[in-house]
């Protein structure tokens, strides 16, 4: 059991350059989420996915793009990056019932460590 | 963007000391999550919460969520140098899927 992957470990852009960062999960999690980890700043939303074909935006979305097609995939794209997105991005998901409020705790990847340049 | 408040910042701690970190928000919260993250990985659950002034524990470490639904602490006992780490509080507002988090309490040990 894996639970959530995350490639690649480590990333180098140039500014302008697009990257796509992948994220798979194999516990069968409705919800998955990305996060962006900056000092001092904790842990910072950028999008979330409740379902396949179903995203949403979080506190951080812009500059970053999303789609969830299948349930055990979101990736999180970066159209042109840029310095102020060099930081460690995380994926997460969890387990969420359907016929209640109930969240499961967040599952997380070992995340990957960009540097825009 | 809403982000709870965590304290303290960062602790160092003789081995053997006991640790107290506490997060509170202005927002009402129905889960109360505790991480630890060490270097290089993802953030790991130590302990969930779910009713207001329910306390749980997981080995050396107790956790509470706060009767007014707006906080939550974590306790360690008896310090040990696998302890260092950042430690994360999380919380989940009512009726939203977005799990927040706070800013992190970086604990180091001394042996």
């Known amino acids: 059991n894996a639970g959530v992957t995350q490639t690649p470990k480590f990333q180098v852009l140039k500014t302008g350059q697009s990257m796509t960062l992948q994220c798979a999960q194999d516990m069968n999690h409705e919800y998955m989420s990305w996060y962006r980890q900056d000092p001092g700043m904790g842990l910072r939303l950028i999008h979330y996915?409740?379902?396949?074909?179903?995203?949403d935006q979080g506190e951080v979305p812009n500059g970053y793009n999303v789609s969830r097609s299948t349930t055990e995939d979101f990736p999180l794209r970066l159209l042109s990056a840029a310095p102020s997105q060099t930081s460690v991005y995380f994926c997460a998901s969890s387990y969420r019932t359907p016929s209640s409020s109930y969240n499961s705790p967040l599952h997380f990847g070992n995340g990957t460590r960009l540097t825009v340049t | 963007g809403q982000q709870l408040n965590q304290s303290p910042q960062s602790m160092f701690i003789q081995e053997g000391e006991d640790v107290s970190m506490n997060c509170t928000s202005s927002?009402?919260?129905?889960?109360w999550l505790w991480y630890k993250q060490e270097p290089g990985e993802g953030p790991v659950l130590l302990i969930a919460l779910y009713k207001a002034g329910e306390l749980t524990s997981n080995g050396r470490l107790t956790a509470q969520f706060g009767i007014t639904r707006k906080d939550s602490f974590l306790n360690i006992s008896a310090s040990i140098p696998s302890d260092v780490g950042i430690y994360f509080c999380a919380g989940l507002s009512v009726g939203t899927y977005k799990y927040i988090f706070g800013t992190g309490t970086r604990l180091k040990v001394l042996a």
């Open positions: 927002s009402i919260f129905n889960t």
């Open positions: 996915s409740v379902g396949a074909g179903i995203t």
